[in-house]
């Protein structure tokens, strides 16, 4: 309810852990080092936090919203964390660190790529397609694992997954009357490999990388260079 206060008290956490933690990632705040550091280098180059997001550590959110990403009307996004109930995961603070760094990685990624392609009412269906296609494969491929050229990508399942995701994406870009709002909404969320544009957009960047391709050419060339590789491999 608007205007109700909300206060959840977690039982069982460690105040030890709850303090190392909150130490480690003011301090990896502090000195920015999202996951995939090298790569994320090659594709921004050295970076800090944009000015326009605030990352607020919390206690006490409701249960279920222990990472959750807001935005005001001035653009300004404030990414929340509730470190008391990310200390209930594990007792193994390394993992603890990923959990708050994948999130962490992801949306500044978001940001960062926004900041040269921005979101406007202004794109057609195709050009939405296309942008939320580049925007999240660059901040899934980051955050998919803390070295993600280290996972075995041409498995059997590896492949039937991208193969599902590349058909997908290129029906609804030659079917574009087919894009509802609610298919839309598919793009980016609900289970992990349902999420065609995000899947087809990382398997792109990989496949793009693992052919000699420069990502610091990614942002130069925008949209256009990931959905023409897609529709190629298809």
Not at 39 to 45: A, D, P, S
Not at 107 to 118: N, S
Not at 182 to 201: C, H, P, R, V, Y
Request: net charge negative.
């Amino acid at each position: 309810m608007t205007g109700e206060y909300r206060f959840t008290e977690l039982e069982g956490v460690s105040l030890e852990s709850f303090k190392e933690l909150y130490e480690n990632t003011k301090e990896k705040l502090i000195n920015f080092t999202p996951l995939n550091h090298n790569l994320w280098l090659r594709i921004f180059g050295p970076t800090e936090i944009p000015s326009n997001i605030t990352v607020c550590l919390i206690v006490g959110a409701p249960k279920g919203n222990e990472a959750i990403v807001r935005e005001d009307n001035n653009g300004n996004r404030y990414i929340i964390i509730d470190l008391a109930q990310i200390c209930t995961y594990s007792q193994d603070i390394n993992q603890l660190d990923f959990i708050i760094f994948d999130f962490i990685t992801h949306e500044v990624a978001h940001a960062l790529v926004c900041l040269k392609y921005p979101y406007s009412d202004n794109l057609s269906k195709v050009q939405l397609l296309k942008q939320l296609t580049f925007d999240e494969g660059i901040a899934h491929f980051l955050s998919y694992q803390e070295d993600v050229l280290k996972v075995d990508w041409h498995t059997e399942e590896m492949e039937k997954r991208k193969a599902s995701a590349y058909n997908k994406l290129n029906y609804f870009l030659e079917h574009v009357d087919d894009f509802s709002l609610e298919l839309m909404k598919q793009t980016n969320t609900g289970s992990f490999w349902d999420k065609f544009a995000s899947i087809s957009g990382m398997f792109a960047i990989i496949e793009y990388y693992e052919k000699g391709g420069r990502l610091s050419r990614l942002l130069t060339h925008g949209p256009d260079l990931l959905i023409e590789y897609i529709i190629k491999k298809s």
